[in-house]
């Protein structure tokens, strides 16, 4: 088996007079004893020759079986892979990219970045888990969790860890948040918001409502996606920002185009939004806004020019968090879903001005509308199969996690036939040698 332990204070050759092996000129230097030959793992010195034999019969059964990491390879700290390594080696989308890069860069780097990789166990993910759990909510330590398990499950493929700690230790994991149903609005909820909006904003409820759309599916949708012949709607792509402010096109989540079927009525409010604010032509660059250093890249990147349905006063393309501050909420305010909760002021130029500010409500953002359409495909009766479709789910399953109470009739089949169960008086049927069966008296 490959593999030798070297002693370098010895030459390997007695002396042919005296017989015995004379000292080196390393004779007291450094650590004695040396494993070496062993095909893809580099040298390694001990002080004794029983720590050499030890590691070196590891080594060698670990690189038979593939699983060799040495030791020396995760003393480097989890900050220097991830910003040397790790980080170098992304191709995310921006819009993916930035909140990963801020989760990291915030409560990652500060906390775990100074440890090495092979010191991070079970009892620094405690530690570290319950300091995140009083700075953020579970869900968002959930993610962060996953992060860091994205990152450490790299460098065991990088061999510079034999396990993920993440996953190998059983006193610890990932917070799991407690599950919330998805929520749907009533017919008057969503006409009340739709009212408390902008004239040539009241189409963005429609779409969600009427399509699924998400919000920017429905920024993003240009006039040439709506097929008013054929009563279909192409999504294609969504206006998407990256954490510089700028924006871009690219594909919806997941990266999946899809079509979604356009009622009658709905169509006709489109075109009358159509009439009324014409559509503006809007070129960005595609993926990704940074400018391009490759000719691949300025092929990947090429802008395209979409006729946007939806834009602001001014004829420009809609900014979601603007939108969400100043339309938005207002509007939900308005309808009653959310309260005023204080005021900020500014002063611009010696003028000043007074913003509301509004109690936080993650579901009541726009996505709500989707879960609307959602309930009402589902409740109609259509098809898990269509409505997932529809979405741009990836399979049936992700739309019967998130939409199965919408479902019509749901548990109410079940209880029913519990309900039948119980509800009947069966005789009962004992086996006559059981104990609960009668005993026929014996004639004396």
Not at 99 to 115: E, V
Not at 158 to 187: I, M, S
Not at 276 to 292: G, H, I, Q, Y
Request: aromatic content about 8%; charged content about 25%; proline content about 7%.
């Amino acid at each position: 088996m490959a593999g030798y332990i070297e002693d370098r204070w010895l030459k390997k050759k007695p002396n042919k007079d005296t017989g015995k092996r004379e000292r080196t000129a390393l004779w007291g230097q450094g650590k004695r004893y040396r494993v070496k030959g062993i095909p893809g793992v580099r040298d390694r010195s001990f002080d004794t020759s029983e720590d050499a034999k030890q590691w070196l019969a590891k080594a060698q059964t670990d690189t038979t079986r593939g699983e060799f990491v040495d030791p020396r390879d995760g003393a480097l700290p989890l900050t220097q892979y991830i910003e040397k390594h790790w980080w170098p080696s992304r191709s995310d989308e921006p819009s993916t990219a930035a909140p990963m890069r801020s989760k990291i860069w915030n409560h990652i780097i500060p906390f775990l970045g100074p440890t090495a990789l092979r010191d991070i166990d079970a009892a620094v993910l405690r530690t570290w888990k319950a300091q995140l759990l009083t700075r953020v909510e579970a869900s968002t330590v959930q993610v962060i969790w996953i992060h860091l398990s994205t990152i450490l499950e790299a460098a065991v493929d990088d061999g510079r860890l034999v396990k993920n700690p993440c996953k190998a230790r059983r006193t610890v994991k990932a917070p799991k948040p407690a599950k919330r149903k998805a929520k749907a609005w009533a017919r008057p909820t969503v006409e009340a918001v739709r009212a408390g909006l902008q004239d040539r904003y009241r189409i963005a409820v429609d779409l969600g409502v009427g399509l699924g759309l998400r919000q920017g599916e429905a920024f993003g949708l240009g006039e040439e996606d709506v097929n008013f012949d054929a009563g279909v709607v192409h999504v294609r792509r969504q206006l998407r920002w990256d954490s510089k402010g700028r924006p871009y096109f690219c594909l919806p989540k997941g990266g999946k185009t899809r079509d979604v079927p356009l009622s009658p009525n709905l169509a006709k409010r489109v075109r009358d939004h159509l009439r009324r604010f014409p559509s503006v032509a809007c070129t960005l660059p595609w993926r990704n806004p940074e400018p391009p250093t490759t000719e691949l890249e300025a092929r990947q990147r090429k802008p395209i020019t979409v006729r946007l349905v939806l834009i602001t006063s001014q004829g420009n393309r809609i900014n979601y968090s603007m939108w969400n501050r100043l339309s938005w909420r207002p509007a939900l305010a308005t309808a009653g879903v959310l309260k005023k909760v204080g005021e900020k002021v500014r002063t611009y130029g010696g003028h000043t001005r007074r913003y509301p500010i509004y109690e936080l409500s993650r579901e009541d953002m726009f996505h709500v509308l989707r879960h609307t359409y959602a309930s009402t495909q589902l409740e109609a009766g259509e098809s898990i199969v269509s409505v997932s479709a529809w979405l741009g789910h990836a399979s049936p399953q992700t739309t019967l996690t998130h939409y199965a109470h919408f479902m019509p009739g749901a548990g109410k089949r079940g209880l029913a036939a519990m309900d039948e169960w119980f509800g009947q008086d069966p005789q009962p049927n004992v086996p006559e040698k059981s104990l609960g069966a009668p005993q026929a008296r014996s004639t004396p």
